[in-house]
């Protein structure tokens, strides 16, 4: 008996022009908003993360693509005013982007072409066995997309898609089939303008190396430059839902956790410590959560959004970029209540909420021992641009 890999393709074999002009427009068919193509010549000199050979034996070139996600929901999430609508709909989008990158691998298989579809996200490399906190990609999708003309890289190093900036999820399919790739968009129509609404909208101060610290990166001969991001445990620490109150006091994340955010990269790891402890012995977030491998076999609990922010509040409209980060200033801090639910009061009622708790609660919302911490090291000095506290070098 023959076995599958020895038989035929059922598919009678298309030209490279013709089955590029088909990977372009089937997943556009199924719900994506734009499609790149990169190749191993058009990523040559590029990151690791943009070898596909590390995810395909043989590979040859990569298609890219976004699915948008619903922007009433992304609103409301943002002004706190319905977490698991938002919540729901990422996980239904980066389900619905894997199905598709699924079924053009499928597709490109029958044409005899070795293919893999590439998660878009919450699957990594095990190239430090043993170091959960490693989490390195098999491909950069960013990468890719930038390279292959999906989106420009914004201030943020968040991919911007021409229609829904970076509101989408991204995901690949690398195969060995030769494909014609796409060229970048052009650098002339990048619609970011340093508005600095990204690192308005981000509590940890991840991109306060502002606008004169900025990192280039060549992929295939071509220059992408965004800014140089402060430590990565920044964001874990704050997107992860461990903390998520805005060093002004004035507004939160998703997150019921007022653990506070130091100035110095040095400073993290202590109170990220803490503040992970508590955040794994806190009520989990009603309304769902995205499925990690990795998290899972640390806690065993999901991933839960509470952050994101400097995504949500980037779109091509300046002024929709406004109401997007006054909605997420104006819509005060969350708190858990007893019942596990989450809420939105003003400041000064979620300072009382958790200070009114019982000790062996309230530790699980915030510093245990505040006349043991400096708050000159956690003040976060920050001066006001147009989308409010922001500092900048
Ligand atoms: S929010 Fe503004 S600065 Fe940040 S990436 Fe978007 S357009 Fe650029
Ligand atoms: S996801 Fe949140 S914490 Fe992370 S960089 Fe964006 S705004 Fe900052």
């Not at 089939?177 to 909208?201: R, V």
């Not at 990220?272 to 009603?286: D, G, H, I, N, V």
């Not at 956690?378 to 506290?389: A, V």
Request: with cysteine.
């Amino acid at each position: 008996m023959k076995t599958a890999t020895s038989m035929p393709p059922p598919a009678k074999p298309l030209s490279k022009e013709d089955l590029t002009s088909k990977v372009e427009e089937f997943p556009v068919n199924y719900g994506a908003s734009i499609v790149g193509i990169t190749t191993v010549e058009t990523l040559a000199g590029g990151p690791p993360s943009t070898d596909l050979t590390y995810v395909l034996e043989g590979a040859r070139s990569a298609v890219t693509f976004a699915v948008p996600l619903d922007e009433d929901k992304t609103r409301d999430y943002l002004g706190k005013i319905d977490r698991a609508g938002h919540q729901k709909d990422y996980t239904r989008t980066s389900v619905i982007a894997d199905g598709i990158a699924a079924q053009l691998a499928s597709f490109l298989r029958q044409f005899g072409h070795d293919t893999i579809a590439v998660m878009q996200n919450l699957v990594f490399r095990n190239d430090k066995p043993g170091d959960l906190d490693h989490r390195t990609p098999p491909i950069s999708h960013k990468y890719l997309a930038v390279r292959g003309g999906v989106g420009w890289f914004g201030f943020s190093g968040n991919v911007l898609t021409p229609d829904h900036g970076p509101n989408v999820i991204l995901v690949s399919v690398v195969t060995a089939a030769e494909l014609i790739p796409t060229d970048p968009l052009s650098p002339e129509d990048n619609y970011c303008d340093d508005c600095q609404a990204c690192n308005a909208s981000c509590p940890s101060g991840f991109f306060r190396n502002g606008k004169t610290d900025k990192v280039t990166v060549t992929i295939g001969g071509v220059d992408f430059t965004y800014t140089n991001y402060r430590s990565y445990g920044r964001c874990s620490y704050v997107c992860s839902g461990h903390t998520g109150l805005h060093p002004s006091g004035g507004w939160s994340t998703w997150s019921p956790a007022r653990f506070p955010i130091p100035n110095d990269d040095e400073n993290l790891a202590p109170i990220r410590k803490e503040a992970f402890e508590a955040w794994s012995q806190r009520p989990e977030l009603p309304g769902g959560g995205m499925q990690s491998p990795i998290t899972y076999s640390k806690t065993q609990r999901d991933v839960t959004l509470t952050c994101g922010n400097c995504m949500h509040v980037c779109h091509p409209d300046p002024e929709e970029r406004k109401r997007r980060t006054a909605l997420l200033h104006n819509g005060g801090v969350i708190v858990q209540l007893d019942d596990g639910n989450l809420k939105a009061v003003s400041p000064e009622e979620a300072k009382e909420h958790v200070a009114a708790m019982k000790p062996e609660r309230r530790v699980l919302y915030e510093i245990s021992h505040p006349q043991g911490f400096d708050p000159k090291e956690y003040s976060c000095l920050r001066h006001h641009s147009q989308y409010g506290k922001v500092k900048t070098q």
